[in-house]
C-alpha cells in the first residue's frame, strides 16, 4: 500500500512561473525525500528533510514538512522545461524501506 | 564511480516463462532493493538487502517472485512462471554509507512486458 499520497496527481504550468506539489502520509516517519523520475525511469533523489526539521532548500527546490498534519510540499521556483517530470515523496520509517507515493507529473510548457 | 545498472533494459516474455533481471549496484554500497512500478503508478517495495543479514521480503507479491544477491554485489529478481500482470518496470536502488545513508541510488530500469 502507497503510504504517501501526492497531490495534485498532475499539473502543467508556464516555464519561469512555480510549481507546488503535495505529499500527505499516514505513520510516523524519521525523513521524507523527494525523487524525480524522467520518462519513466530510474528515480533521481532531489531532498531529504528530516522529521525534526520544518524546512529545506536546494537551490531552486523549496520543502516543508509539517509533522503534526502528516503532509510535505515541494515547491520548484522558476520552473524550467528541463523540469518536465513526475516527482514521487517517499517516506522512511524505522527500518530502512522507503514507501512511496503516488507520484505528481509535472508538464513545464516554453 | 558508475552508478547502478540494469540489465536487460526491455524484456518481452511469452507469459508462463521464467525471467531473471539483473541489477549491479554502486560499488561499496551494502544495501540494494527491487521495487515494481505499474504504468502511471507509483513504486511498489519487493525486497531489500543488507550486508550479510537476512532480506527484507515483505513486499514479493507471490512465491513466482523471488531474489539474490551475492555478497554486497549483483543481484538477481527472478519472476517464475510470469502473468501479464507482472508487466511494469522494475527498478533496483542501491545505498551506501556515511552522510548519505538515507538516499537511495536507483538505476535505469528493466522493462517487463509479458504477453
Known amino acids: 500500500s502507497q503510504q504517501g499520497e501526492e497531490d495534485p496527481q498532475a499539473l502543467s504550468i508556464q516555464e519561469g512561473e512555480n510549481a507546488t506539489m503535495n505529499c500527505s502520509y499516514k505513520t510516523s516517519i524519521n525523513n521524507l525525500q523527494w525523487y524525480r523520475q524522467n520518462s519513466g525511469r530510474g528515480l533521481v533523489h532531489l531532498i531529504l528533510?528530516?522529521?525534526?526539521?520544518r524546512e529545506k532548500h536546494s537551490g531552486r527546490l523549496r520543502v516543508t514538512l509539517d509533522t503534526s498534519k502528516k503532509s510535505s510540499s515541494l515547491l520548484i521556483t522558476a520552473s524550467r522545461a528541463a523540469d518536465t517530470a513526475s516527482y514521487f515523496c517517499?517516506?522512511?520509517?524505522?527500518?530502512?524501506?522507503?514507501?512511496f507515493g503516488g507520484g505528481t507529473r509535472v508538464l513545464v510548457k516554453p | 564511480g558508475a552508478g547502478v545498472s540494469q540489465s536487460p533494459s526491455n524484456k518481452v516474455t511469452e507469459k508462463g516463462k521464467d525471467v531473471e533481471l539483473r541489477c549491479d549496484p554502486i560499488s561499496g554500497h551494502t544495501a540494494l532493493y527491487w521495487y515494481r512500478q505499474r504504468l502511471g503508478q507509483g513504486l511498489e517495495f519487493l525486497i531489500y538487502?543488507?550486508?550479510?543479514?537476512?532480506?527484507?521480503k515483505s513486499g514479493l507479491p507471490s512465491d513466482r517472485f523471488s531474489a539474490e544477491r551475492t555478497g554486497e554485489s549483483v543481484s538477481t529478481l527472478t519472476i517464475q512462471r510470469t502473468q501479464q500482470e507482472d508487466s511494469a518496470v522494475y527498478l533496483c536502488?542501491?545505498?551506501?554509507?556515511?552522510?548519505?545513508?538515507?538516499?537511495?541510488?536507483f538505476g535505469p530500469g528493466t522493462r517487463l512486458l509479458v504477453l
Open positions: 528533510i528530516r522529521s525534526n526539521e
Open positions: 536502488a542501491s545505498r551506501g554509507r556515511g552522510a548519505k545513508l538515507e538516499t537511495q541510488y
Open positions: 517517499a517516506t522512511q520509517a524505522a527500518g530502512n524501506k522507503l514507501t
Open positions: 538487502f543488507q550486508g550479510n543479514s537476512a532480506p527484507d
